[in-house]
T-cell receptor, first 109, second 113 residues
Framework: GENVEQHPSTLSVQEGDSAVIKCTYSDSASNYFPWYKQELGKGPQLIIDIRSNVGEKKDQRIAVTLNKTAKHFSLHITETQPEDSAVYFCAASIYDMRFGAGTRLTVKP | DGGITQSPKYLFRKEGQNVTLSCEQNLNHDAMYWYRQDPGQGLRLIYYSQIVNDFQKGDIAEGYSVSREKKESFPLTVTSAQKNPTAFYLC????????????FGQGTRLTVV
């Protein structure tokens, strides 16, 4: 099955800086790549997603890029704010959905 | 008010007992998923179902069982064969095609006592 690797496992940035989280996947048939944000004790919530026929997608301070040839995709958060602090997960999907191990992002005021 | 509901939020089980976690959705989604989350780890896929009366094993299906008799419901049974069942369990649902965003429930925290 699909294997998704995510780096880094923890990331600490100053408020206003940018944060980048990277993921790789193993199955070239995967065609849907969502990113989720999870706050303590809650279920993950989708923040942005990208399909395999698109190279980049942006939504305000959040952007995702996809390189199908290299089988990796990245999450970019600009102008980080303390409320961005959470655990972020990437995932890759064909008919199922496999997740990376998560990145704990801390934004210091 | 559409969404996905897991119950109960907290569950305690004695060793050797089976327990069933409930997951219900009213989003008219065909696909449903069960994940296990341990501290410091990601979400590991237990089972998933693309349509009613059909489901597939994920990466860690041993010691678990599911059923999908109705589109709205995808209960997960943690059996006594699961050696380390204490974890946070998350259920999700999504469309199979088109907009495929997966919506998650709030989770069930299972503790074996």
């Amino acid at each position: 099955g699909e294997n998704v690797e995510q780096h880094p496992s923890t990331l600490s940035v100053q408020e206003g800086d940018s944060a980048v989280i990277k993921c790789t996947y193993s199955d070239s048939a995967s065609n849907y790549f969502p990113w989720y944000k999870q706050e303590l004790g809650k279920g993950p919530q989708l923040i942005i997603d990208i399909r395999s026929n698109v190279g980049e997608k942006k939504d305000q301070r959040i952007a995702v890029t996809l390189n199908k040839t290299a089988k990796h995709f990245s999450l970019h958060i600009t102008e980080t704010q303390p409320e961005d602090s959470a655990v972020y997960f990437c995932a890759a999907s064909i008919y199922d959905m496999r997740f990376g191990a998560g990145t704990r992002l801390t934004v210091k005021p | 008010d559409g969404g996905i509901t897991q119950s109960p939020k907290y569950l305690f089980r004695k060793e050797g007992q089976n327990v069933t976690l409930s997951c219900e959705q009213n989003l008219n989604h065909d696909a449903m998923y069960w994940y296990r989350q341990d501290p410091g780890q990601g979400l590991r896929l237990i089972y998933y179902s693309q349509i009613v009366n059909d489901f597939q094993k994920g990466d860690i299906a041993e010691g678990y069982s599911v059923s999908r008799e109705k589109k709205e419901s995808f209960p997960l049974t943690v059996t006594s064969a699961q050696k380390n069942p204490t974890a946070f369990y998350l259920c999700a649902s999504s469309a199979r095609t088109g907009v495929r965003e997966a919506f998650f429930g709030q989770g069930t925290r299972l503790t074996v006592v």
